[in-house]
């Protein structure tokens, strides 16, 4: 089993900078990509961003780009989220997700697609 655990929230003022952390627990662990969504009150989980560990590409939504930096190290199974310039409406629990191996699939993109572990979550708050 695949443990999937998140590190880094906390309270920060708008403007300000936070750096969040993933790990995967089990170390031979096969996966195509690595990312992070997050969940604000009352909404949807949405994605954030994801590392597609085949070409080291990486891809954000429209609403982090040019703030957020995604980052990792595949061999370790861990992933990185630096947030900068956080706006009170980045305030959401924000998960790690996996993307387990599959055969022939190379190069992901940003989601859709399933997500095969999560970790529980950190909660980010930015105050105004």
């Known amino acids: 089993q695949v443990q999937v655990v998140e590190s880094g929230g906390g309270l920060v003022q708008a403007g300000g900078s936070l750096r969040l952390s993933c790990a995967a627990s089990?170390?031979?662990?096969?996966?195509?990509?690595m990312g992070w969504f997050r969940q604000a009150p009352g909404k949807e989980r949405q994605f954030v961003a994801v590392i597609s560990w085949s070409d080291g590409s990486t891809y954000y939504a429209d609403s982090v780009k040019g703030r957020f930096t995604i980052s990792g190290d595949n061999a370790k199974n861990t992933v990185y989220l630096q947030m900068n310039s956080l706006k009170p409406e980045d305030t959401a629990v924000y998960y790690c997700?996996?993307?387990?191996?599959?055969?022939?699939?190379?190069?992901?993109?940003?989601?859709?697609?399933?997500?095969?572990?999560w970790g529980k979550g950190t909660l980010v708050t930015v105050s105004s």
């Open positions: 089990r170390r031979t662990f096969s996966h195509t990509a």
């Open positions: 997700g996996v993307r387990g191996w599959r055969p022939g699939e190379r190069n992901l993109g940003p989601p859709p697609y399933d997500i095969d572990y």
